[in-house]
């Protein structure tokens, strides 16, 4: 890539050690929402919006998609991104993650996720060799961690 074709640095990075935490996003996880979340993936589990199913198969009630919780995960990166360089969001260029933990929830109210990024990793590299950071995201909800590592890959 030449030098006029190379993005510039991420701002939010450019003093930022690891270790080092870059943000914290809190979101709202609701029935609502795995409502929305199972008609636009068509993951229509019983597990995700009947109790009595789910309990059935020894859950502790309806529990949020694994899938919708690892992409809130990653908005909350992209949202933090966008909020440094409007390219941000295209910088990630991996993003990954294992799942340790349901989140269930309750038919009324709501139960917060808590995402926190950290600075991982420096001199990190893509696939095609361009300059990376890794950011470790932690997910939380009701006090166990819900995604285990949890590491995106992003160009600097």
Not at 8 to 15: E, M
Not at 22 to 48: C, K, M, P, Q
Not at 148 to 155: E, G, H, I, P
Request: proline letters at 6%.
């Amino acid at each position: 890539m030449s030098a006029e074709m190379t993005p510039p640095s991420l701002p939010a990075l450019a003093d930022a050690a690891v270790g080092d935490v870059l943000f914290t996003r809190e979101v709202a996880v609701t029935r609502d929402r795995l409502v929305r979340y199972a008609g636009a993936s068509r993951d229509f589990n019983a597990i995700h919006y009947n109790d009595a199913v789910a309990t059935s198969v020894g859950l502790p009630g309806v529990i949020a998609h694994g899938m919708l919780t690892m992409g809130l995960a990653g908005s909350a990166l992209t949202d933090w991104l966008a909020e440094h360089d409007p390219s941000g969001p295209g910088r990630v260029a991996r993003y990954g993650t294992r799942f340790s933990r349901p989140i269930p929830v309750p038919a009324t109210g709501d139960v917060l996720l808590t995402v926190t990024g950290t600075l991982g990793a420096v001199d990190q590299t893509d696939d095609d060799g361009a300059a990376c950071v890794r950011v470790d995201l932690r997910a939380e909800a009701l006090g166990v961690t819900v995604l285990a590592k949890a590491q995106a890959l992003v160009r600097v």
